[in-house]
């Protein structure tokens, strides 16, 4: 893409890359100086420009930053604890970032109106379960491979008979379950009923990240930073169903190395999976959990 000014839309905050930012003052200096003025890595004036470009890519960071902190899902540490009145929670003794966020999508769930929501809710009380996604299908015929008048739960970790029984006591009568594992919850009259939800399937991703480095850049710093906060993203706060949006993550990456984020920029995200390689959105089925194996899913190539 070429230079565009930023913008907030329906669909969120846009802003140039440094390298179109760089670009754009390269096409404004050959406008001043004449479409044949030399610009290359060697010269001044051409190292004036990255400088330039460095400085307003750093200003964009902090602005990503900033309206990340207005959102749970990104926001982290005290600027997360900021947000926790408006939903009449406060953070628990030793509680993570990510227990925080799902404690509040739980809250939020229990207020909605919806059967999806109540059931959602009830499954994230059970003791253990870290991930939900519950889909009803309320159509004459199946949707996404899940049955007619049926509703699809999905659950990461958790006890079967506490998640059986989350289920049950939030269904309509009428509504079948549908899913890859099965358990007997008995109701008020001793009548047994079986219950069936699923666990996700879980698909690795790998990612390669290209950094533009600058003086002062430590890759024995910097990269464990962002590494960590690539694991805790994936791992504990993308959902259970929820697309990956690969841009997002490198306001992610600012975030994590805020401390060094002179030192470099992000120029480029690759998502490598089954699929193949993305740098855009992957969009994911209902039952699918996205996670990174461990800290050598994450590679970087400094330029």
Request: hydrophobic share 40%; aromatic share 8%; glycine share 6%.
């Amino acid at each position: 893409m070429s230079y565009f000014s930023p913008y907030i839309d329906e669909t969120g905050l846009h802003m140039p890359t440094y390298e179109e930012r760089l670009q754009d003052l390269e096409e404004a200096y050959r406008t001043i100086f004449g479409l044949q003025a030399a610009l290359d890595p060697s010269m001044p004036d051409y190292q004036l420009l990255s400088v330039f470009a460095r400085a307003l890519d750093d200003t964009s960071a902090l602005v990503l930053q900033s309206y990340n902190a207005r959102n749970p899902s990104y926001a982290t540490g005290h600027t997360l604890d900021l947000l926790l009145p408006q939903y009449g929670l406060t953070r628990r003794p030793g509680e993570t970032d990510a227990e925080v966020r799902r404690r509040i999508s739980a809250g939020l769930a229990s207020k909605g109106t919806s059967i999806p929501d109540a059931i959602y809710a009830a499954i994230m009380n059970c003791e253990y379960v870290t991930h939900a996604n519950v889909i009803i299908n309320d159509t004459d015929a199946a949707m996404d491979g899940i049955p007619a008048h049926s509703i699809a739960a999905v659950v990461n970790s958790g006890r079967l008979d506490d998640i059986a029984q989350a289920i049950y006591a939030r269904k309509p009568p009428g509504i079948s379950t549908y899913g890859t594992t099965t358990r007997a919850v008995t109701d008020d009259h001793g009548v047994s009923h079986d219950i069936h939800f699923s666990r996700p399937t879980r698909t690795s991703v790998f990612l390669q990240i290209t950094l533009k480095t600058y003086t002062g850049f430590d890759a024995s710093t910097v990269e464990p930073l962002m590494t960590d906060a690539l694991l805790d993203y994936v791992n504990n706060q993308l959902a259970i169903g929820e697309d990956f949006n690969v841009p997002l993550l490198t306001g992610l990456l600012y975030q994590a190395a805020m401390p060094h984020i002179d030192t470099f920029a992000v120029t480029d995200i690759a998502l490598s999976y089954t699929g193949g390689v993305v740098r855009d959105k992957i969009p994911a089925p209902y039952n699918v959990k996205w996670v990174l194996a461990n800290a050598s899913a994450v590679s970087y190539v400094l330029e």
